[in-house]
């Protein structure tokens, strides 16, 4: 996988401020920005806060983790509190 920061050749280049942008550049995600990722009907902020007290980090910690990490961990807390990934609703047990 490549390095961070990643680069994005833009197909048509854009004017911002008098300056040519021909590139983007990202830097790595981290779990702050996991935060503001819109959910079908809800951000994850309040799951990223529980995962966080869940497993003994401050806040600035758990939005220090990457994205990748930080994800992961929302994915198994709602698989463990039985709520849909896509929804946040509850899953039915059969």
């Known amino acids: 996988m490549s390095e961070w920061p990643r680069k994005y050749t833009l197909t048509e280049p854009i004017d911002v401020a008098g300056e040519r942008i021909t590139e983007l550049s990202f830097r790595q995600p981290r779990g702050k920005d ?8 809800k951000e994850l902020d309040p ?37 849909s990934p896509k929804d946040g609703s509850e899953q039915q047990e059969q």
């Open 34 to 41: 996991v935060r503001r990722i819109p959910g079908e009907l």
């Open 47 to 83: 799951l990223c806060d529980l995962a966080s007290r869940l497993c003994g980090l401050s806040k600035p910690q758990f939005d220090a983790l990457v994205a990748k990490d930080a994800l992961a961990i929302v994915e198994m807390l709602q698989d463990f509190l039985g709520l």
